[in-house]
């Protein structure tokens, strides 16, 4: 295990916002960035969190393909529906404001859900679907992206890893979400790995010759080229029920297409027919559904905290000290950083610093 070097939230946040109002963005949206890629690390995904700053957000924005500045249009509306079209802005930005607006309707109404196009990489989907839970309300996001996935029986990535999550408030001091994948995992896994030089554990990718692939770098140049693709939730096959995880994928990439009439699978790819980096025209979707229009809101969190203790109170494995319920394991994790900060990787440390120079920000690096 690599050493990790701590450092405090307010760092990470300050030198964040910093760079990406040095790249374009307004210092109210580059907040909501910085607090999008957070609340990942926050939570112990760090596939998702400050690992990405730079190579998914900085670079694509100075590569041309993802405007600094999000102009937001509503296409349509109804009173309890919305179409946005983000204009290839940030996706964090319109991702907020869809599920604001998605919770503002179910307040009304009972319900509310929003889909998004044009729109880009919007960092962790547990955000917006807790937007929902804080609100008291069961809220579900999801989004397509480049194509990875490949479908039962096939090698080809088609599908982008395309998560299905849900947050639902309880009567705990954590709500209850899912947050993952349909694939096996997902392209930020595998570019983690590369980063810290760990191989693939074998059965989450597949070649174009049917077989695993487990070296992590190459397996990134593979998913570009067409050479690899990641495996859905259950893997190869369907001997593990891998036509599950497919079929979810599916179902992800519909709701993020064609409610908006946006773009989907290999229109995502972000490269143009002569191999140039294009925009990558993104589709999401949001849904808050407001507790106290069934039986209430507090009925809704005891019963919930119920089922969720059940869970964990039942029957263990032979060695195990402990069964979790989604949502535990990343609450554990922030009652363990929030006072000891962010824990950085070599390769963050570098990208920091490499930002620092670059952007001409001139801060002091507590590393």
Known sequence: MEDRTYVTWDFIEKFM????????????????????LMESDRRGIESHGVNRFKPIYIDRIQAGIQKPVTKIDVLKETPTTAVLDANDGMGMVVSKKAMELAISKAKKFGMGMVAVRNSTHY???GYYATMASKAGMIGITGTNARPSIAPTFGVENMLGTN?????????EEFPFILDCATSITQRGKIEYFAKVGKD??????????????????????????????????GGIGEELAGYKGYGYATIV?????????????????????EGKLIPYHLGHFFIAIDTEAFMGADQFKKTAGDILRELRNSTKAPGEKRIYTAGEKEYDVWMERKEKGLPLTEASKKDIITVNKLLNMNFDLPF
């Not at 989450?204 to 693709?229: C, F, H």
């Open 17 to 36: 916002v910093e760079a990406f109002k040095k790249v374009g963005i307004p210092e109210a949206d580059a907040f909501v960035c910085a607090d999008v």
């Open 253 to 273: 990439e519909i709701l993020s297409a064609a409610l908006q009439a946006g773009n989907f699978m290999k229109m995502l790819s972000g490269r143009d027919t």
């Open 163 to 171: 998560p299905l999550t849900f947050a639902l408030p309880t009567d």
């Open 123 to 125: 960092g962790i989907a």
């Open 200 to 233: 693939t554990p074998e059965g989450m990718v597949v070649g174009r010759d049917g077989l695993p692939k487990t070296d992590s770098n190459q397996i990134l140049k593979d998913l570009v080229n067409g050479e690899a693709a990641l495996t859905p939730l």
